[in-house]
């Protein structure tokens, strides 16, 4: 079958089919783990993927919360908006089968963690527990919500603490050994994947890189 | 040796430590490779790993730029904010050198896609041309910018338009084929990664899970 470009003009696209595509192609993300804690004391686990680190000095992240009719994961926002504070716990090959599991509709009564056996760690930083068997786990406060009509909210907080498993981290340089780390990254549909083919690109400097040009023009 | 889990205080942590660990443990992350126009006309492309899509109606995606001063990235946050108008391009495999030699510090009149050869697409929804190389672009429109203080800004963008390469999408489903796309993500360091090796894990609903545990208590 022969295949063309394609071109999609997104005013003309249904969001499910917009969800699909952004989800499909903007690949690979990292998966958020969020921990929270309702005012009635139950702990809640769910996994978001539209999700990221954006800053440093503050430490922020964010993540989007999908808010549409029915669909459970609304407790994470209500918790959020309840206390102000949530735990982002990260994901490695060990506990991405007990992360996908906290993608199940659970009422809202009824805490994951406890549902599934998943061992907690009380907070350091705030009242919010971290699972035990994550690899990382970051204690955050949220700062605001941007709200972008009835499907989505986007929390951003700040990083409060940060704790990694050991082995994790070289505790001299702080380098992220990823062979112990083993981190699963989110694909599209019900794809995710393993990171162990990596490789390094160093960055030149502009001298470095007009040097090299003029001794092999591009 | 012997190493022990590791907790981090962030309010004792200096930035740059902290972007360190940041960047390094919240992986892997999609790279933005995006492509602005100053208005005297010089078009510009850098790449971005703090970067996600947010929501799907509206469609929109965001992606944090460092403002510290010196830095050269600041040419995409003049041309965004003189225009309203970017193009995010998405990097596999074939361009990830290309993309890399993006972040090369290159001076603001001198384009880095001109500068590297790299040829461009006009675009469709606006006056930012797409990179002809990359397997994805989508051209967006600014919508807002989130300022975090002297080091980081927060682009939030919608997108417009989205362009794939021949066999990136089934034309019939819309799935994303990764053996054709062979996307790269990003590690913490100068480390990317491949993403060949990948998994599927399907969701249960709740009663799935109940009658699953009836059968075997966890």
Known sequence: MTTADLSFDFADVHPDTRYKLLTGLVVPRPIAWVVTKSTEGVVNAAPFSLFNVISEDPPLVVFSVDTKPGDRVKDTLVN??????????LVDAATAQAMNNCAIPFPPEEGEPEALGIPLVPGTHGPVPRLAI????MECRQ???????????????EVLALHTRAGVLDPKTLRTDYDV??????????????????????????????????????
């Open 80 to 89: 959020v908006h309840a206390t102000r504070a949530f735990v982002v716990n």
């Open 134 to 137: 994550a690899p990382v786990a």
């Open 143 to 157: 700062v605001t919500t941007l709200n972008f009509g009835p499907r989505r909210d986007l929390v951003i907080g």
């Open 181 to 218: 780390y083993q981190p699963v990254g989110r694909m599209g549909g019900t794809m995710y994947a393993h990171l162990n083919d990596r490789f390094s690109m160093e960055r030149e400097s502009y001298d470095e890189f007009r040097a090299r040009m003029a001794k092999e023009p591009a």
